[in-house]
């Protein structure tokens, strides 16, 4: 029966090997393998997922099984492999680096961990194995006073949201006697300590979300780190967080003005940014604020919105990201985009289709994403926030269309074109062709036939009940 636990079993055991293995040989390659099998081994098990409250316990109270936990795994370890085909011949700055696979391998079994975590103990040791990593992969470019910066900034503000969640689970620990997740809720709900504990446990998770108003870190980390992490920061950490946030029943209120502010922020703060990376940042902090409008409904249909959404929201991160890698930008400046229409005609179509679908133009799968949230918010009578949502789209897209105006219709500067005729290194990989063709495949067609992606969800929350 300890089947379930395989995937996690396998994967700590690949890292311990590959830590050896990777000081004689490149460790990417290997890496994509062990994920894969990875995969194949979490792939949802009819016999033990899919019954009527039906969950396994068989690490002590530490990690369980059921539907939506196998689920979100599975999707974890799709962005890692995204994130990993993204990857070079492991070369960062100039030099050779075994580890950046290996520390990849490292977050993923910590964000698999966390997911299936039902003790306050084994969530916190999840978090802090994903969190460690990733400090390392943001300051991995040692010369640059940007990465320098990211990752003490990273580093600062993650070791103070994780004080919380242990102040969090203290107060609580203090009054049940116990750290399971779902010891004493209804104990926890009625005295103002088991709510303080609940909401610093909320407010330590929204801080590894980069939601507002704890998204402070977001714009400087991403635009410091190397851009195959940032991409991992964007997807990976961010889907075991919600997973988990959404088992432990957050608390609405804290969970509604996040929401609120999130979105507000994500519009606002983008409107004036011209670096891609500060803009991508600010567009994550406002697609968090939907998913979190789900949560915060807490209905079975916003639940399985908000997971469905969280879907979407990767497959457009690791599109636009491997189109980003792929053009292999110097400064990252979204100046840079000009002239591609006629440098790059197809990278231009699929990266213009990709940012519009970001910003929820139908018939794009992120159009699909909001519209679901926005029903169940509007059948839920949240009507003010839904309005807020549907504002900050529309100030959200302006800033979406600018980028597709700066593809299409802005002129080159003579120097970028000098730069393009100088470097002449544009051969696009076959990896990352492979993920941009997929991804946009699914952006463009998921409006057609949404079945799969719909039962999937419904599954996954299934789970939950």
């Not at 916190?124 to 992969?137: D, H, M």
Request: aromatic share 10%; proline share 3%.
């Amino acid at each position: 029966m300890y089947e379930a636990f395989y995937p996690e079993l396998f994967l700590s055991l690949a890292v311990l090997i590959l830590v050896i293995y990777g000081v004689y040989q490149p460790t990417l390659k290997t890496a994509i393998i062990v994920l894969l099998i990875t995969g194949l081994i979490a792939l949802p098990n009819e016999q033990f997922l899919f019954w009527e409250d039906k969950t396994l316990d068989l690490t002590n109270g530490l990690l369980t099984i059921n539907s939506w936990i196998s689920i979100t795994k599975l999707i974890i370890i799709i962005g890692s492999i995204s994130i990993l085909l993204m990857l070079k011949d492991t070369k960062i700055s100039g030099q050779v680096s075994f580890d950046y696979p290996v520390l990849i391998l490292i977050v993923t079994l910590g964000s698999v961990l966390l997911v299936s975590s039902i003790n306050w103990l084994s969530v916190y040791l999840a978090i802090e194995l994903q969190t460690l990593s990733l400090f390392v992969l943001t300051a991995l470019k040692r010369d640059s006073a940007y990465g320098a910066e990211a990752g003490l900034k990273y580093f600062v503000l993650g070791a103070l949201s994780s004080g919380l969640f242990l102040f969090g689970c203290a107060l609580l620990y203090g009054l049940t006697g116990e750290t399971s997740i779902h010891a004493g809720g209804q104990i926890c709900a009625l005295t103002s300590n088991g709510e303080a504990g609940k909401i610093l446990i909320t407010i330590s998770l929204l801080f590894k979300l980069s939601a507002a108003p704890f998204h402070m870190w977001a714009p400087d980390v991403y635009e410091g780190a190397p851009t195959t992490t940032t991409a991992l920061l964007a997807i990976v950490p961010k889907v075991s967080v919600f997973a988990i946030l959404v088992q432990i029943g957050p608390v609405i209120n804290v969970l509604l003005a996040s929401a609120t502010l999130s979105m507000i922020y994500g519009a606002i703060g983008a409107l004036n940014q011209t670096k891609i990376k500060r803009l991508l940042a600010y567009s994550g902090i406002g697609h968090i604020g939907f998913v979190l409008f789900g949560v915060t409904i807490g209905s079975f249909e916003s639940i399985q919105a908000s997971l469905i959404y969280m879907i979407i929201y990767v497959i457009m991160s690791i599109c636009s990201f491997s189109i980003i890698l792929t053009l292999g930008l110097s400064k990252n400046l979204l100046v840079e985009f000009s002239g591609l229409s006629r440098r790059h005609p197809i990278m231009a179509v699929t990266l213009a289709l990709t940012f519009l679908s970001i910003a929820g133009i139908p018939p794009l799968a992120g159009f699909f994403s909001k519209w679901l949230v926005l029903l169940c918010g509007i059948s839920s009578q949240y009507y003010l926030t839904s309005i807020v949502a549907v504002l900050c789209s529309v100030i959200a897209g302006v800033y979406y269309v600018r980028i597709v105006k700066i593809i299409y219709f802005q002129a080159e500067s003579s120097l970028l074109i000098w730069k393009d005729v100088l470097i002449r290194d544009k051969r696009e990989e076959f990896r990352k062709s492979i993920l941009i063709g997929l991804t946009l495949y699914i952006i463009l067609f998921i409006m057609i036939s949404p079945n799969l992606l719909l039962q999937i969800a419904h599954d996954a929350t299934m789970g939950l009940y």
